[in-house]
């Protein structure tokens, strides 16, 4: 069946530092390649997507490129700010309906 | 705001006792799905709807878990004899079929605590 893996966590950086979230997987068919993000007592927001392969997925300075030849969806941002602290998922859409979700990684960015 | 909506957005109960909670969709999507979030995973898939029909229903989903959505809008995951290890967040989506990436889009979610 469908899964993702997403790099454990917890992640600290500091400030302006670099970040890169792994998020690896395994489907059957063409997935839709999704980042969410879940802000301290909030619900699960899309952070951003991809349909096809080598598509680029951008929003609020965070990228990911749909990877299919690794089978990677990699988020990436080059100057985290202490606002970006929250729970970050990698997910899989496909025709089937359902979403599949990886664990989630924290990320606390410090001062 | 037209977002998905759900209701309550915390509930108590005793171990045994039934509970039902509702989640409204965005009002032109016509797929609704139910997943269950426990701390440190991320969302399980429970169940779908595309209109007013159940199309998938997960593994995890036992006998004691009901969804309905009748009339193909709002829908109502009821947990019969709750148990302690239901204690989850319980998230409702919506999307259109065939929508842009199959995106969902997410209610805040249920959170059950059983006692």
């Known amino acids: 069946g469908d899964s993702v893996t997403q790099m454990e966590g917890p992640v600290t950086l500091s400030e302006e530092a670099f970040l890169t979230i792994n998020c690896t997987y395994t489907?059957?068919?063409?997935?839709?390649l999704f980042w969410y993000v879940q802000y301290p007592g909030e619900g699960l927001q899309l952070l951003l997507k991809?349909?096809?392969?080598?598509d680029k997925g951008s929003n609020k300075g965070f990228e990911a490129t749909y990877r299919k030849e690794t089978t990677s969806f990699h988020l990436e941002k080059g100057s985290v700010q202490v606002s970006d602290s929250a729970v970050y998922f990698c997910?899989?859409?496909?025709?089937?309906?359902?979403?599949?979700f990886g664990d989630g990684t924290t990320l606390t960015v410090k001062p | 705001d037209t977002g998905v909506s759900q209701n309550p957005r915390h509930k108590i109960t005793k171990r045994g006792q039934n509970v039902t909670f509702r989640c409204d969709p965005i009002?032109?999507?016509?797929?609704l799905y139910w997943y269950r979030q426990t701390l440190g995973q991320g969302p399980e898939f429970l169940t779908y709807?595309?209109?007013?029909?159940?199309?998938?229903k997960s593994r995890l989903l036992s006998d004691r878990f009901s969804a309905e959505r009748p009339k193909g809008s709002f829908s109502t995951l009821e947990i019969q004899r709750t148990e302690q290890g239901d204690s989850a967040m319980y998230l409702c989506?919506?999307?259109?079929?065939?929508?842009?990436?199959?995106?969902?889009?997410f209610g805040p979610g249920t959170r059950l605590t059983v006692l």
């Open positions: 989506a919506s999307s259109l079929e065939g929508g842009l990436a199959h995106e969902q889009f």
């Open positions: 489907a059957t068919g063409y997935p839709s």
């Open positions: 991809a349909t096809k392969a080598d």
């Open positions: 997910a899989l859409g496909t025709n089937a309906g359902k979403s599949t």
């Open positions: 009002s032109e999507h016509n797929r």
């Open positions: 709807f595309q209109n007013e029909a159940q199309l998938e």
